[in-house]
Each structure stands twice: as C-alpha cells, then as structure tokens.
C-alpha cells in the first residue's frame, strides 16, 4: 500500500474494491507504529479512526459517502478536536480535552475523512525546527541528524513519511511552507481569513492561517475546497465564494513571473538553492512565460516587522493560559500571585517565554509608539508593495527558505539565526496573500529544495493550477 501517494490512487483503489478504509487505516497504524521513532504524532486515535473507517467503507457500499471517504488526516496539535486531549505541545496546557471541534476539521470529518492523530509541533507554533516542544523534537525522515522545520515539523513528517494521506498545519510565518521545503512535500499557506481560525489555539490572530500538507497538488487542492468558506463563529472569515479548486487544474496560458532580485542575490542563500531556483525562472523563460526581476527594497523589514507584531499578539493571546482555569498548576505556589507566576513559568517554554517577553516590551506604554506603532505602518507598506507587484504580475517566485534543513542544536544557542530561517516566508504573511511551496530538487546532501510561488489574495485556484504546471516542469 505503500504505492498509495495520492488521493485519487487510493479512491481508485476503493473503487475497484482492492482495498478498503480500515485495511488503509490499519496500513497508517503500522507505518506509524514502525516509524514511531520519528516522533510525529503525539497521539494516534487508532479506535475512534477505525470506528470511522468502518463507517466510511458502510457508506461506500451504499453509495452516500462523502469526497473524502479513504483519505487519512493527521492534525497539528494545535487544532482542537472534540474528546481529545489538545496542548500546542506546551506543558502549561497538559491534560487539556477539547470541548468542540475545529471548524476547517468538521468540514473534513463531514466530508468522511479519517482523523488518525495529533501531531508534534513547536510550542504555541512559535519555531523553525520543531524543538520547542515538550513532546521531543520531531526527525526528519530523510535524515535524522537534521531539522523537519517547523513550527509544523510534525505535520510536513507525517507524509514525507507515509504516515497519513495529508495533514492540516498552521502557518504565521512560515510554518506550513518552510517544513514542507525541508521535507520535500507539498505546503499551501492560503489567504488570510480563507479558512474560519475557529479552534485554532491562537498564536498571532491576525497572521494564523491553517494550511495543508500533501504529495500533490490536486490534494492539497481539494482539501482547501472543503475547507475554506465563512463560519459564523469566526468573523474574520472572508464571504467570497469558494471555487471547485481540485478542478481548475489546468494551465495553458503565458503567465508573468516576477522574481526579487534581493532573495535571489542574498549572501545568507545556499547556492545549491539560488541554481535551482534560477533554473526553473529559465525553464519558465523557455516555454514562453514573460519572467522579470524586480527590486524589493523592503526586505530587510519584513522580519522584525513580522516578530514585532506576532510577539505583542501573542503576548495577548496567551495572557489567558494562567493556571487558573485549566492546565498545568504550579505545586510550588503560597499564594495567589505566585501561583500565577510559577505556572506560567514553569508551564511555558524558554521560546515562547522568550516572545511574551518581546512582545510585552513592545506593548509596553514607552514603547507602545517605538515599536508596535512603526511596525504596524511597515506591514501596510510590505502589503501595498506585494499587492502592487502582484497586479503587475501573475506570480513571484523565490525560495521557499535560504538554507536546507539544518542540524539539530545548529542553531539553538542563537534565535536570530534561527528567526532568519523564515526570511522568505514572511512576506506572505504580513501581506495576507496566499502563497505555496513545491519541491524543488535536492541539495548535495539529498536533502529537498523549497520552491514558493506568490499570487494575490483570493486566487488560490490560479495559484493552484501554476504550482501544477511547474511540478511538472520540475519533476
């Protein structure tokens, strides 16, 4: 079954009746049970997943099932799913049962997925490794001396490794598309407010966007198709209509690329990452495409723009986790105050203590004008100059991230190192605009090159049929 990399391969598989869903379960349960060192899941529902199995392959034989039915879904542990345990891979949240269930998640389930388990992830999604997490770190399956990225490492590892047909991620700066580039899959950071954030454990409200791991883009495709759309428990979810994405694959037109000069030429680029970047800008050239360099003048804003504004939201955000309510408790406190302080710090993480930190700083009334203020007016100018590039242009192109995946401890001792892991990635995000990345060949090491492709808010299906297209002018 390992032959399984697709959706449809294994709808057609249902079809002929060669296989069923709890054989397809039972055949993740294994891998996952083989592979358990890699440290992905966190959880695994294996009764409740083959109690839906079971469900599914009856509505199958009565022709009712939904578009999902065989498709296997693992869930970043952020996202909350009903009866289940639900902790962001944060001690301060140990014991925590989900009383609902994730909007873009019911959709799925509604639709006869099979939702096999929570997955590793940085703490509160706040890393580029996935080891800031009181799960353990996460390996990469190709090479388990290095990074799977993160803060969606759990994620993107789950089907590099077969463990799941897909899974669900979030993404704030990055985190879908750098782990997807370092594990060599598919990751799809949609617009802002394309798919409801309702029961998502918030991190940055105003950058968190739930996105997808897949090995095609036909998948991740579908995948958005069910899940985007309003919810009325979120308000910030767009009303625009939401296109039949899995079918809008084909792209037979000439497309105007764009490509920022600064990315490309950047110092802190691996150079094995700029030639296969430039070559696939040449093989675009060669089939006809229109392809320009532009200038980006803003770059070296976008990161502390993006920690600027991410660390004060999630100074706010997670004001609430207080041991109080519900979490971990300190058994060291003597009064009210130092129970409030000793949970907090014992409960939480050194990064995340690190950005509630930052972020209190910069929210701080001295400050408040500084930083959050400018920081503020910076995101309007990056997102009116990407909008503007993106009026003039179909797509940009660049790399997914300036390196592959590194070692484990590389960069622990120096977080602006780590933070510049995120430098390509954060435009999209500041921007709001939809943004996906495809691998990209391999380094000298075999490790996967990330290749992201840019459009504008809202045009998930062109972006979705380019990134198509250049799999198959990369593969």
Known sequence: MEKFISFDEIKKSLEKKETDCRAIVNHYLQNIKTKAHLNAFVEVYEHSALAQ?????????????????????????????????????????????????????????????????????????????????????????????????????????????????ASLGTDTGGSVRQPAAFTGVIGMKPTYSRISRWGLIAYASSFDTIGTFTKTVKDNALLLEIMAGHDEFDSTSSRKPVLPYSQLLHFDRKAKVAYLKETIESPSLQEEIKE????????????????????????????????????????????????????????????????????????????????????TFVLSASYYDAYFTKAQKVRRLIKNFTENLLNDFDYI?????????????????????????????????????????????????????????????????????FSNYLSALTS
């Open 53 to 165: 199995a079971d469900l599914v392959d009856q509505k199958l034989s009565e022709g009712k099932a939904g578009k999902l039915a065989g498709m296997v879904i693992g869930i970043k542990d952020v996202l909350c799913l009903a009866g289940h345990e639900a902790n962001a891979s944060s001690k301060i949240l140990q014991g925590f049962e989900s009383q609902f269930t994730t909007t873009a998640i019911q959709r799925l389930i509604d639709e006869d997925a099979i939702i096999i388990g929570r997955l590793n992830c940085d703490e509160f999604g706040m890393g580029s490794s996935n080891e800031n997490t009181a799960h353990g770190k996460v390996l990469n399956a190709l090479d388990e001396s290095r990074v799977p990225g993160g803060s969606s490492g759990g994620s993107a590892v789950a089907v590099q490794a077969n463990l799941c047909t």
């Open 276 to 359: 296969n970047t430039l070559s696939v800008l040449e093989k675009l050239k060669s089939e006809g495409h229109e392809v320009q360099e532009v200038n980006f003048p803003l770059l070296d804003y976008i990161l502390p723009t993006y920690y600027i504004l991410t660390t004060a939201e999630a100074s706010s955000n997670l004001s609430r986790f207080d041991g109080v309510k519900y979490g971990y408790r300190t058994p060291n406190a003597h009064n009210l105050e130092s129970m409030y302080k000793l949970s907090r710090s014992e409960g939480f993480g050194e990064e995340v203590k690190r950005r509630i930190m930052l972020g």
């Open 397 to 465: 192109i660049m790399p997914t991230t300036p390196s592959t995946a590194f070692k484990f401890g590389e960069h622990r001792d120096d977080p602006v190192a780590m933070y510049l892991e995120d430098l390509y990635t954060v435009q999209a995000s500041v921007s709001g605009v939809p943004a996906i990345s495809i691998p990209n060949g391999k380094d000298s090491k075999g490790m996967p090159i990330g290749l992201q492709v840019i459009c504008n808010s809202f045009k998930e299906a062109e972006l979705f049929a």
